[in-house]
């Protein structure tokens, strides 16, 4: 069976014995934060579980690397509204170790492409249009270094509100241990 097919099935199931029930929820997050994490499959059930995390805590926003790229990308708009539309009032970057972002070859990914049907021509015309593929492949050398630049992203956005703490943590993938790379309510600057 097709996963399409097999994940309607389980649903008209899932559904008919009402137990979506046990999942009831408001959009709004109980505890008040945001957590962007990456979207490796390890963490899927174990983040929130080391976190101590139920369905309703969090808003949960994922990204290869919870890598922040862009001040004004989806990931950044996606914390924004989480704070102005559903209140929350803290952020947590929680990276991980051993992250395939931090292995990453740009250019063995493009060779992948290619096997899979990119033409040769669509490198050449994003590279005349300016994008260098090579840099937005590229995931991080140092994975503690990237939580610290996704926090300092988040953190001086215009947009941010001042009040918002914005955490950086890191999880290991094998045993849930979490280990504090930002503490958002240390503050460093005495502006703050």
């Not at 241990?177 to 240390?186: F, I, K, S």
């Amino acid at each position: 069976m097709r996963n399409l097919d097999e994940i309607l099935a389980f649903n008209r199931q899932f559904v008919a014995n009402r137990e979506y029930e046990k999942y009831k929820t408001t959009k709004f997050p109980d505890k008040r934060l945001v957590v962007l994490s990456c979207m490796d499959t390890r963490l899927e059930e174990l983040l929130p579980k080391a976190m101590n995390m139920r369905n309703g805590d969090i808003k949960h926003v994922k990204s290869a690397g919870a890598i922040v790229s862009h001040p004004f990308g989806s990931i950044m708009r996606s914390i924004l509204v989480a704070i102005y539309e559903l209140n929350a009032e803290e952020v947590m970057v929680v990276g991980h170790y051993d992250c395939g972002m931090s292995a990453i070859d740009s250019r063995r990914t493009m060779v992948k492409m290619q096997e899979k049907g990119i033409s040769a021509e669509t490198f050449t015309i994003l590279q005349h249009a300016g994008i260098n593929l090579n840099k937005w492949l590229h995931g991080f050398d140092c994975v503690e270094e990237s939580v610290r630049k996704s926090v300092e992203t988040i953190k001086k956005h215009p947009l941010l509100p001042s009040y918002v703490d914005v955490h950086g943590l890191l999880i290991d993938p094998e045993t849930g241990r979490l280990d504090v790379v930002v503490n958002g309510y240390e503050r460093t600057d005495a502006s703050e």
